[in-house]
């Protein structure tokens, strides 16, 4: 059965630091809900109630977006791996750009890594955990390194070139608050 919490356990944050993958579900009012697998280590539990997440360039830019339309995102851990469970944590967000004053402050926490496009702090609202029971067994084998080759063979400018072309708008046209540089 499922349990609601109002903030992160340690219990929940021992969880969390073992998972190799999590997802990111995030709507705007109208238009395509988005849901996106994360990996390598690009998160970490700040309290019981902060979570920073390092995001990097992809294809979209449709959590951003949503944001600004409407603040909420859920953020999701499976356990592919021991004793079966589901993590799911609902909450706020707010986005740091590298122009902006707080970003050498975030990247000492989660090193901003070739392709960083923002931190999320996530404002932790309601936690749930549920069973996992029909959850898949799965072994970790390794962090791709294909997003970070692609991001050393485009370079900086290649890379904000790149946000303007393609993250500037979500797949709805909804703006995404890409830096002007």
């Not at 988005?34 to 979570?51: A, D, H």
Request: proline share 4%; with cysteine; hydrophobic share 40%.
């Amino acid at each position: 059965m499922a349990e609601f919490f109002d903030a992160l356990t340690a219990e929940h944050i021992s969880f969390i630091d073992e998972q190799h993958v999590f997802f990111v579900a995030s709507a705007a009012r109208s238009g395509h809900v988005n849901l996106s697998p994360k990996g390598g280590n690009t998160l970490k539990v700040l309290s019981p109630n902060e979570i920073l997440w390092l995001n990097l360039t992809g294809s979209g830019n449709e959590t951003a977006a949503h944001r600004l339309d409407i603040n909420r995102m859920t953020l999701m851990w499976c356990a592919f791996e021991g004793v079966p469970l589901i993590l799911r944590v609902y909450g706020s967000s707010e986005i740091v750009h590298d122009v902006d004053d707080d970003w050498a402050d975030l990247a000492s926490v989660v090193p901003a890594t070739v392709g960083a496009r923002q931190y999320f702090r996530v404002r932790v609202e309601q936690v749930q955990t549920s069973c996992g029971y029909n959850v898949p067994l799965m072994a970790f084998e390794a962090d791709r390194d294909a997003l970070t080759r692609w991001s050393e063979k485009r370079g900086a400018d290649g890379i904000r070139s790149y946000w303007r072309e393609k993250n500037a708008l979500s797949m709805d046209g909804f703006p995404t608050e890409i830096p002007k540089i």
